[in-house]
């Protein structure tokens, strides 16, 4: 078995184990085809650097890496939510990313996006893709002026 081919089967056990814990309906297969939807949109077959905003514990990021969608990653969330991301799950990703040798091109940042962008910007951070999966439910409902009333 050689190293690609290992590297998928371990992606595919852990992912399997997670989704179980999680009671969630996701598997390596399913982020396969979401990498082949992105590269349909695109047109493009690999990126540089992609960012995944609300990147949870990272499975897709660490796959795109791991297949050479990407040739890094940078995944952001804030790890903290009861019902969302806890960050143990962040560190058991990044124990399996370094497992597979991917530690120098998979990293996380445990934080918010505004507490991110402020630095990356400042830093002069450059991205070829920008993902935002799984992230509107996050954003606040805006009340009409019905409703205040």
């Not at 540089?48 to 040739?71: D, K, M, Q």
């Amino acid at each position: 078995m050689n190293d690609g081919e290992v590297q998928i089967r371990v992606l595919s056990e852990m992912i399997r184990k997670w989704a179980h814990s999680k009671k969630a309906f996701i598997t390596f297969d399913a982020y396969l085809q979401e990498i082949a939807l992105w590269k349909k949109l695109t047109g493009i077959h690999q990126v540089r650097r992609i960012l995944e905003i609300g990147s949870g514990s990272g499975w897709f990021l660490t796959v795109a890496v791991a297949l050479g969608f990407a040739e890094e990653g940078v995944g952001v969330d804030p790890a903290f939510s009861e019902e969302g991301t806890h960050i143990d799950e962040v560190r058991t990703t990044e124990s399996v990313i370094s497992r597979l040798d991917l530690s120098d091109r998979v990293h996380f940042r445990i934080c918010t996006l505004a507490d991110f962008l402020p630095k990356a910007l400042f830093e002069g951070e450059r991205y070829d893709l920008l993902v935002f999966r799984n992230t509107l439910h996050h954003i606040p409902t805006i009340k009409r002026k019905s409703q205040i009333l």
